[in-house]
């Protein structure tokens, strides 16, 4: 009875009434560092198809916060400044959300709102999801926020005099209707990316495939996508072509690519740290502290392990060795010199050694110097002091402000302390109830 009532309890506050759990969920406010980061899910709310600024999107479908930008930085050609995989910013173009000025400094687009600008000025073009563009006096546009009310929030663009109308949604699987977005699904159009008319379905969302009737019909097992019904165009992980329209298992283990043939395994698509042997048509392990081999175990291609670093030998092929100096993860081209350290410790540009960080800081630049502290531990003037309030994981410089709590606890909008989770909560009680 106890183990029931607990696991009807989970269920109904995970799903909620008449809905199911999915994947993917958009994150309205985007902070960084905060929420899912996605702004467009598939219609089947498995995966996110478009993420937010500051995030990138990941092959698995789901969105990685960016690394800091080099705001006030000089421009390299290429230079890698925002996010998965390598996305750039150049000398010759523009940015979302970031520009290059007049010296080739990176700067953030004086225009609110907007998301792309043009080098030099830094004139706004393009305005950032849920936001209405209006024509600027001096060219290019100004960016209006659409409305909060509910049916606003899932606008990809809107009207920028009447923020509450919707010129386009955010959201694969919804079409508007008196300007206002509507879900597929919800007039029995289901599994949908698109039906712009709210009638009949243009595109199926990502494994499914139209039918001659209009409907959406899950692609064969084992298959990531399909052109038609019954015919894959994409197998899964592991898996390669029958010739049938299907999709069978890789001959080769470990093989996550065999697109060609199920006998062969194609040059990059043996699994992490295997390459694929020709001769004995094989998934041979990669040389030790080697990510990626290509048809070679010593011929390492690509990033080393944590604790090796990438070393070119006579022959030009690259080796994984083994760092030489403790608490080192990366020593690219010299052993004896580290570029990365563990947590907790930093690069002395000194020696080339991993040094401590300061008490309680679990990023810093210098023992002096810190940039992130340890969990319930705030920064102020660059070293590391106990939050002031209870179950805090991160707080502001004042101490007595939290910015988000450790787990299982979470912040309240209303008392701005750490309260236990709504389910653990529930659990408890419902345990000292069954325990009676």
Do not use: W
Not at 47 to 67: A, F, H, I, N, S
Not at 168 to 189: A, H, M, P
């Amino acid at each position: 009875m106890r183990l029931s009532l607990l696991l009807l309890a989970a269920a109904l506050l995970i799903a909620g009434p008449g809905r199911a759990y999915a994947a993917c969920s958009v994150d309205p406010d985007l902070e960084d560092g905060v929420g899912s980061g996605c702004v467009r899910c598939s219609a089947d709310g498995a995966r996110c198809e478009e993420c937010g600024e500051r995030y990138g999107l990941k092959k698995d479908g789901t969105c990685v916060t960016c690394q800091p930008v080099l705001v006030g930085k000089l421009l390299e050609e290429k230079a890698p400044v925002r996010c998965y995989p390598a996305t750039t910013v150049s000398k010759a173009g523009g940015f979302p959300a970031l520009y290059p000025n007049a010296k080739g400094e990176c700067e953030y687009c004086p225009t609110p709102g907007c998301n792309q600008c043009l080098p030099g000025n830094g004139t706004c073009v393009q305005c950032k999801v849920n936001h209405g563009a209006a024509p600027a006096e001096a060219g290019g546009v100004t960016c209006v926020e659409c409305s909060t009310d509910l049916p606003a929030l899932m606008c990809r663009t809107c009207d920028a005099k009447d923020t509450k109308k919707c010129l386009e949604c955010r959201t694969s699987g919804e079409f508007l209707k008196d300007n206002q977005c509507v879900e597929c699904s919800s007039v029995g159009i289901e599994n949908c990316d698109e039906c712009p008319d709210g009638k009949t379905c243009k595109t199926c969302g990502y494994g499914f495939a139209l039918d001659a009737s209009g409907k959406c019909v899950a692609c064969p097992e084992n298959c990531d996508d399909c052109s038609e019904p019954g015919k894959c165009s994409s197998c899964t992980g592991g898996f390669g072509p029958d010739g049938k329209g299907g999709c069978t298992a890789c001959k080769i283990d470990p093989c996550t690519n065999c697109t060609t043939s199920l006998d062969t395994c194609e040059p990059l698509g043996c699994e992490f740290g295997f390459y694929f042997d020709a001769e004995k048509k094989a998934c041979t392990p990669c040389a030790e502290g080697c990510n990626y081999c290509l048809g070679a175990p010593d011929n390492c291609y690509g990033s080393c392990d944590d604790g090796y670093g990438l070393v070119v030998k006579p022959d030009s092929k690259a080796a994984c060795e083994r760092c030489t100096l403790d608490n080192c993860t990366e020593c690219n081209g010299d052993l004896a010199k580290c570029n990365k350290c563990n947590t907790t410790y930093f690069v002395d540009s000194a020696t080339g050694a991993c040094a401590k960080c300061g008490e309680g800081c679990a990023d810093c630049e210098s023992p002096t110097t810190c940039n992130a502290c340890s969990t319930g531990l705030g920064l102020v003037d660059g070293k590391c002091q106990k939050c002031q309030l209870e179950n805090c994981a991160s707080c502001d410089e004042g101490l007595a402000t939290c910015d988000f709590c450790a787990d299982p606890y979470y912040l309240s909008d209303a008392t701005k302390k750490c309260e236990q989770a709504r389910l653990n909560r529930l659990f408890d009680l419902l345990s000292r109830q069954t325990t009676l």
